[in-house]
C-alpha cells in the first residue's frame, strides 16, 4: 500500500506533551518529514530525516520512527502550535511522494 | 532569503488549460528538484508533480498523468506546470515546494523532504 493515516484530530492542554502518528508501509523504508500548516497558510517543514529540526523550528517538536509508524511529538505544546499536521513520504515505488491525510492538533 | 512565487492561478471551464509558474530567487535554482503539491478547498495537501534539477526525471500523481506537464527554466529561475483538460476535481491551491536531501551517515539513506513552499496560487475549475 502507498498510504499513510494519521489519527484526524487530537487534543492537548498547554504546556502538555502530544504524540502524532503516522503509519504506512512505505515508511518501512522511507523516513516520513512532518510539515505544519496553519488557516490560510502554506505549510512550513517542521521534522525532516530521523530527527531534523530546519532552522527557526522549537525544539519542542522531535520525530522518531519504528517500523511502519512515524511519530511526531511536541513536549510542551504553545498556544501557536494549534495546527493541521501532515506526515509525508516517498511511496512503495520510491518515485512518488504521499501525504498523510493530516492532524488537527488543538491545544486547550 | 529562500522565496518562491507562484503565478497564474485563476476561473478556468471544465477542459480548460491553464499554465501555473513558480518563479524562484535565493537559492541555486538548477541545483534543487521542484515539486508542485496542491490542496483542494477544505481539504489535505495532495503532491502532484516531480521534476529533477536538470528536468530529465519527471514523476506524477495518478490523478494528473497525461494531463498535466511539469517543466523548467533554470536560465529564468522558474518552474512550470501546465493543466490540460482541467477537471472541476482539479480545484485547489497550488504550491511549488524545493525538494532537498542529505545524506544520513547512520543509515546510508537520502531522506527527501519539502523544506521551502511558496503562497499558492487558486485554480478554480467551474461552469
Known amino acids: 500500500s502507498s498510504e499513510l493515516t494519521q489519527d484526524p484530530a487530537v487534543s492537548v492542554a498547554l504546556g502538555q506533551t502530544v504524540r502524532i502518528t503516522c503509519q504506512g508501509d512505505s515508511l518501512r523504508s522511507y523516513y516520513a518529514s512532518w510539515y505544519q500548516q496553519k488557516p490560510g497558510q502554506a505549510p512550513v517543514l517542521v521534522i525532516y530525516?530521523?530527527?531534523n529540526r530546519p532552522s527557526g523550528i522549537p525544539d519542542r517538536f522531535s520525530g522518531s520512527s519504528s517500523g511502519n509508524t512515524a511519530s511526531l511529538t511536541i513536549t510542551g505544546a504553545q498556544a501557536e502550535d494549534e495546527a493541521d499536521y501532515y506526515c509525508n513520504s516517498r511511496d512503495s515505488s520510491g518515485n512518488h511522494y504521499v501525504f498523510g491525510p493530516g492532524t488537527k492538533v488543538t491545544v486547550l | 532569503e529562500v522565496q518562491l512565487v507562484e503565478s497564474g492561478g485563476g476561473l478556468v471551464q471544465p477542459g480548460g488549460s491553464l499554465r501555473l509558474s513558480c518563479a524562484a530567487s535565493g537559492f541555486p535554482f538548477s541545483s534543487y528538484e521542484m515539486n508542485w503539491v496542491r490542496q483542494a478547498p477544505g481539504k489535505g495537501l495532495e503532491w502532484v508533480s516531480y521534476i529533477s534539477s536538470s528536468g530529465s526525471t519527471i514523476y506524477y500523481a495518478d490523478s494528473v498523468k497525461g494531463r498535466f506537464t511539469i517543466s523548467r527554466d533554470n536560465a529564468k529561475n522558474s518552474l512550470y506546470l501546465q493543466m490540460n483538460s482541467l477537471r472541476v476535481e482539479d480545484t485547489a491551491v497550488y504550491y511549488c515546494?524545493?525538494?532537498?536531501?542529505?545524506?544520513?551517515?547512520?543509515?546510508?539513506?537520502?531522506?527527501?523532504?519539502?523544506?521551502?513552499w511558496g503562497q499558492g496560487t487558486l485554480v478554480t475549475v467551474s461552469s
Open positions: 515546494a524545493r525538494e532537498d536531501t542529505y545524506y544520513d551517515i547512520l543509515t546510508g539513506y537520502y531522506p527527501r523532504y519539502f523544506d521551502y
Open positions: 530525516g530521523k530527527n
